[in-house]
């Protein structure tokens, strides 16, 4: 009998490697072939592989630059460009190589200018993208900009575009972005997963069928002694496996375990409210108004920049244009009834912070220079507001760990910034650096 299954072990061991050697082949055939190694892009060595493929774009690659750029895209782009994808705006893959820098700077800084001016490639970028404004940032330096644009060179490693039939790789809005060595070493990696599972299911099926024929085989013999017909012929218990301690326990605890990760995200989500959509009593919508008819946000919010909190506008705002316009609306109507009453429309506050929390909301917006987007989201395209952000402690932090300060022309910071360059080279001053994350900053 011990022979028997000695044979069977090979035999099941010889069926395995007959299964999984083909898939071992062709992973070893396309490593001689292209020179590399699993989940390395071709012609590329791995160390040269870890390096993102446009890190000597846009800034000169400077390590320096591109983490300063990664901030700035975060608060200033984020909200409605990725680099390899399409959100609100289109892709920014390949920026650098359609536009000069000379070409980008104005038009990040004053968009509007750069098609009101008649460049071809603006007009066609603003018609392609459903003639969606993009806001101006006059605020970010050429430096920043620069900075900005050697980051988005610097992640276009990611997913490369593909070729189109002229031969050229197309972007926002021109055509899609085809995976490129990166996206397809990560598909052969999923495909030798599968591969894998596939062969461990086959496996298990083979020694289940094995085991019946061998039980088959046995049964038939008549030289087994007494407990070799024992084996063969016991049964698997499961009430045992049921009264089973060492079972139940391992059952209760991951059962408490579960109950346990619920209560304490139940209990992490209590006063987060991110989405958080109220009905107003006007339907009134940011589309039209900052999207559509670009109203800037501080003709209504007129204390965004100047006080602790941006105010709700008053009617006599509203009336300010529909006095002229749309003055049969049902909803224009409504701010008629409240002026006549001589009481304020009712809105409901969308963002809310705690008591026990303090924030200015003109320290990040004139002295900062963050944009409504950062934090609001894409407001210019939403109908009713939602929170969009977490505007959770963490959410906070984060922001002020990544966001560089702006010292230029504030001669307060020339020192400290001196001090922080010289132990921190390659990191940006950011509001963290100037103690942006002390408690006494925000709980005092």
Known sequence: MNSFLSRTSSWVLALFLAVAAPAFAQDAATVSKNGVTPGTAAGATPAAAAAPAGAQGAGGGDAAAIAAGDALFKNNCAQCHAVNDKVVGPALAGITKRRSIS??????????????????????LFNDNGKQQMPAFPQLSDKEITSIMAWVTSQEGGAKAGPTNDGAAKVDGESGTAAGGAAA??????????VLVVVLIVLVVTLAIIANLMKDVLQ??????????ELLEQRFDWTKLYRSTALRGIVGTVF????????????????????????????????????ENQINCAYCHTSVYKA??????SANICMNCHSQIKTESPEIKKIYRAIERKQPIQWVRVHNLPDLAYFNHSQHTQVGGIQCQTCHGPIQNM?????????TMGWCINCHRETPLNTKGNAYYDNLVKLHDKSNNAVPFTVSSNGGTECSKCHY
């Open 256 to 291: 408490a375990l579960v109950l346990l990760y619920e209560g304490v995200q139940s209990v992490m989500a209590v006063g987060l409210t991110q989405g958080y959509q109220p009905t107003q009593p006007i339907a009134f919508s940011h589309k039209i108004h900052a999207g």
């Open 220 to 229: 038939g013999r008549k030289d087994l002694d007494g407990r070799d017909v």
């Open 103 to 124: 070409w980008l700077i104005p038009w990040v800084k004053n968009s509007s200018k750069v098609i009101a001016s008649g460049d071809e490639y603006a007009v066609k």
């Open 383 to 391: 109908e009713v507001v939602y929170q969009y952000s977490a505007l």
């Open 185 to 194: 070493a990560g598909g052969y990696t999923d495909i030798l997963l599968i």
């Open 308 to 313: 602790k909190s941006a105010n709700i506008p």
